[in-house]
């Protein structure tokens, strides 16, 4: 056995001596914040993660020009000529979406997979003999893209000899249990509350908990959507357009899907005293229509205006549903996959270089004093690694300075969910050198999961962000800054 030397044992004392000093002090422990108020479950805070997936709308609305087929169509005009969904899969992928939603059956009733509850499906429209279903080609090139599957069920249903009928509510979740078991994991149940035919003396009374329970049963990690989650929220319009507060928590006690919904500012501002935590998530058409049609090939949504939806969307605390209808060939339309690319190429010129990269940060206010909840945690990649503050502390500051004074246009914050959502208002200022002053720059109320400040491009080495109002000491997990190219 080798001596050690002298000075060998010296540093091994200096070592423990060091230890034993540091796990007094270096090392003590600081509670992390108490969470606020309703929380997102596991599968949430997975979904909302998300961020950006793709709505698929098609079936025989697409070769018939409608927008709500009556239920009376011909199966078989339901032909696409060149089906192939690994193209839909690839393009949402390339597009930087994480997960396709599908009208397995919309309020005509067509499904499209061969179900045995009904016999206006698939089998009947002599597409690939009868034996096509193009919930199992999806799911299937879903896998493939490591994207996630989700599927749109209508309980609306215009061609079942059941609707209007109590039989019904059973029909509907053995359809739905059809889908949930047969095509693998499914990340979001998608429900529209749509009842239309009440009007014309049809009335369905639908059994909500039915559906959920078999959705829960069979899927349990699925996300629901509907007006009233409970996974995940109408936003309350068709137009993009998260509000400009937006509470992940909404108040459903009393309120069910479709006609009984929420009213439309709950849905599109959640409540800041909801019961439960149910996101909003934000669906929107790239054409006019849900359905692909020849008419408006020319009308896919320009890159401006799909730029300003990211921004009304997930920059607003909403998940962002792109619908892309496929056309009659079953394939996705080259000028939409096209805009597609255009839009990922004008969300990656912004968000590739982030400003506060070397950023020096300091705040008013750290938790314990400990590092594990120093400001610098805003800058970090770990999604659980944040800032916090003590508590009863429900205003802050955070001042950054830039390497050097430089232009952007851009501002991003995150307030780590896990722990629930608190910031109720904030500002950002940028240090006017010519004026030696404080300029507000932007500002708003809600942040959420993300909030995305766009404004005025402006040159500045010193700028602050100021948490004006809270619910509970404010916690961030990230922050950025950057300088979006103009759009031509
Ligand atoms: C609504 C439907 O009525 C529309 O056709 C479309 O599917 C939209 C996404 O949901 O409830």
New binding site residues.
């Given amino acids: 056995m080798k001596n050690d030397s002298l000075p060998l044992v010296f540093l091994r004392a200096l070592a423990i001596v060091l230890f034993l000093g540091c796990s007094g002090s270096c090392s003590r422990h600081v509670a992390p914040p108490e969470p606020y108020g309703p929380l997102p479950s596991e599968d949430q805070l997975k979904w909302q993660q998300m961020e950006y997936t793709m ?1 698929v ?1 098609f079936g025989p609305n697409t070769f018939t020009d409608k ?2 087929g009556d239920g009376q169509e011909d199966p078989g005009v339901f032909n696409p000529s060149a089906m192939d969904c690994r193209q839909w899969a690839s393009t949402a992928r390339a597009a930087g979406m994480k997960g396709i939603i599908l ?1 397995a059956k ?2 005509d009733g067509f499904c499209l997979w061969p179900s045995q509850y009904g016999g206006h499906t698939v089998r009947e429209s002599g597409w690939r003999d009868g034996r096509g279903d193009v919930l199992r080609e999806l799911s299937e090139a879903c896998r493939a893209y490591d994207l996630g599957f989700g599927v ?1 069920l ?1 309980p ?1 249903d215009r061609n079942h000899s059941t609707y209007g009928t109590p039989a019904y509510n059973q029909v509907f979740a053995n359809t739905l249990t059809e889908v949930l078991t047969n095509y693998g994991p499914i990340f979001e149940q ?1 429900f ?3 009842n ?1 035919d009440e009007a014309q003396g049809k009335k369905q009374v639908y059994d909500w908990d039915l559906f959920h329970q078999t959705v829960s049963m069979h899927q349990p990690h699925a996300v629901i959507f509907s007006d009233v989650g409970p996974g995940c929220r109408w936003v309350g319009n ?1 137009r993009g357009l998260a509000g400009e507060t937006n509470w992940s928590r909404l108040n459903v006690r009393g309120f069910e899907p479709g006609w009984g919904a929420p009213p439309a500012d709950s849905l599109n501002s959640g409540n800041i005293d909801g019961e439960a935590w149910i996101p909003a998530e934000t ?1 929107v ?1 790239i054409r006019p229509g ?2 692909y049609s020849p008419h408006t090939d020319d009308r896919v949504k320009s890159v401006s205006e799909l730029v300003d939806i990211y921004h009304t969307s997930i920059g607003r605390n909403s998940n962002l549903l792109l ?1 892309v209808p496929p056309n009659r060939e079953g394939r996705i339309h080259p000028g939409d996959s096209v805009r597609l690319m255009e839009f990922r190429r004008a969300l990656d010129a912004c968000f590739a270089h982030d400003l506060l990269a070397k950023a020096k940060l300091r705040t008013t206010d750290t938790r314990g004093g400990a590092r594990k909840y120093a400001v610098g945690q805003v800058l970090n990649e770990d999604y659980h690694r944040y800032w916090a503050t003590n508590d009863g502390v429900h205003t802050a500051s955070i001042e950054i300075t830039l390497a050097e004074t430089t232009a952007f246009n851009t501002f991003l914050v995150q307030e780590y969910i896990p722990l629930g959502q608190r910031i109720s208002q904030f500002n950002l200022e940028g240090w006017d050198e010519s004026t030696a002053q404080w300029q507000v720059l932007g500002q708003g109320s809600t942040i959420g999961y993300k909030r995305i400040l766009r404004f005025p491009r402006v040159k500045a080495q010193k700028l602050r962000l100021n948490i004006l109002g809270a619910l509970a000491p404010p916690v961030l997990n990230r922050m950025g800054l950057y300088n979006a190219p103009d759009l031509q």
Avoid: L
């Fill in positions: 709505f709308h927008e709500w009208t919309h309020h749109y209508s609306w998608w529209d509350g749509a239309g068709e669906d058409s849900w359905f619908n």
